[in-house]
């Protein structure tokens, strides 16, 4: 099974879960030359929350495979400023200026439901390359048969596929049925998010700090944290607002709970002024429970895998959630590529399978660890961790930081290559 010569065919792949991660899933294996069915549990396959960040490993693929990212309104991302707690004086400064000429690719900003309608264009629409992935809503699956391929629904519903894709989230069925159970704790930080429209700012006279183009933090020496994002071509300021979980009045409250005024200032009274009087006019106010996950021991079992925060949730630190999924999704699409013979049999298709996690899990596990550490230590962050002769600088351990020369720099074709051969596996083409 060496020669990857007549040993290639369209594969019949389901996606279970329509949001960003399925969704770069569908295009990729779309672009791979398969037929791909999206499975969405709700009645309507959308996203919500805010900012959600892009750098240049994400980028890349979403250029190579030809979504039209305008349509996603995004702020291209100029530096990484951080403020003193206080006062709002800038104390740490990562210029992004020559990003694109260092790495090839902008660091791009998007609002989720902007980047979820760009990439649902580009999954289902028509044109494009490949066959268009189709998109079945009310679909919430239930029992997953991994050798068979067969997926059973809530709706009585039952399809097989030569391959599954669980992109269901942190809360992953697809995960629960390939028997892992997640080793993880509760966050000693709690999260509460808010927005506020440029628009509004610019009404009440308040600090806009759209134009600087970056991503902006204040504190981070600990587990209080404000990170503001740009969103929405700037017409959104998006904020994540981190504090000790002791402070929180509903810590078992997710997305879908409403938090008034009141609640999001009671624990930054010393915060910024500026920042206070954004924070008294902000509207969509929601807590976000933060767990802190260890390494799961496989992502794969016969012709199924998991991807995303399915199978590498995060701590939102290092701005990665949305690159690491998209990175699973590339993989998988160069591994049922035409250059290789896993888009074959049952046994072919498993043993790409694991290679996908051969290529992935190494990666994703060094920026989910290097996630939590930033967590409470700001110059652990990408980019910063670059700023050695800063003041504040201080990482746990110079050999395991996490830098942006490792994570621009990755060549997955190559790695992909490699995990190939060592599984048998050449590749039809040279790189």
């Given amino acids: 099974m060496g020669s990857v010569e007549n040993a290639w065919r369209v594969l019949d792949i389901a996606i279970i879960g329509g949001g960003i991660g399925g969704l770069c899933a569908a295009i990729s294996l779309r672009r791979a030359g398969h037929k791909v069915t999206i499975y969405e549990r709700a009645d309507f396959a959308g996203e919500v929350g805010a900012s959600i960040s892009c750098a240049a490993n994400g980028t890349r693929w979403l250029e190579s495979w030809g979504v039209d990212i305008p349509k996603g309104k995004p702020v291209i991302l100029k530096k990484l400023i951080s403020h003193d ?18 790495w090839g690719y902008v660091y791009n900003m998007f609002h989720r439901v902007d980047m979820h309608a760009m990439l649902m264009e580009t999954a289902v629409g028509e044109s494009g390359e490949g066959i268009p992935a189709v998109l079945k809503v009310n679909h919430k699956a239930l029992e997953i048969n991994h050798e068979a391929g067969i997926i059973s629904f809530e709706n009585g519903m039952q399809a097989k ?108 009274g010393t915060l910024d002024p500026d920042l206070l009087a954004l924070f008294r006019n902000s509207t969509d106010i ?64 498993s043993k790409g399978l694991q290679v996908y996690e051969q290529v992935r899990k190494p990666r994703a596990t060094r920026v989910q660890e290097a996630s939590a550490r930033a967590r409470v230590n700001i110059t652990e962050r990408i980019g910063f961790s670059s700023n050695t002769s800063n003041p504040l600088y201080k990482v746990v351990d110079e050999n395991k930081k996490l830098t942006i020369e490792e994570m621009n720099e990755y060549d997955m074709p190559a790695d992909v290559k490699k995990k190939a051969a060592v599984a048998g596996v050449e590749s039809r083409v040279g790189l």
């Fill in 161 to 268: 596929h030569d391959l599954i894709v669980g992109a269901d989230g942190i809360g992953s069925l697809v995960r629960q049925t390939l028997g892992i159970i997640p080793d993880r704790k509760q966050s000693t930080s709690h999260c509460l998010h808010c927005i506020i429209a440029t628009e509004d700012i610019h009404k009440l006279g308040l600090h806009d700090y759209s134009p600087n183009e970056s991503i902006e933090y204040w504190g981070g020496q600990g587990i209080d944290k404000i990170v503001f994002s740009p969103c929405r071509e700037g017409q959104l300021h998006s904020f994540y607002c981190f504090f000790p979980i002791e402070k929180a009045k509903n810590p078992g409250e997710g997305w879908s709970h409403q938090v008034g005024v009141d609640e999001l200032l009671e624990p930054f």
């Fill in 85 to 102: 707690w206080k006062t709002g004086s800038d104390v740490n400064v990562y210029d992004l200026a020559d990003y694109k000429e260092r």
């Fill in 286 to 349: 929601k807590p976000w429970r933060l767990f802190v996950h260890q390494p799961y021991p496989h992502w794969q079992s016969g012709g199924t895998c998991i991807m995303g925060d399915a199978a590498h949730p995060m701590m939102p630190d290092q701005s990665q959630g949305a690159c690491q999924a998209i990175e699973d999704a590339a993989a998988l699409g160069l591994v049922f590529s035409k250059d290789y013979s896993f888009a074959n049999t049952a046994e072919d298709i």
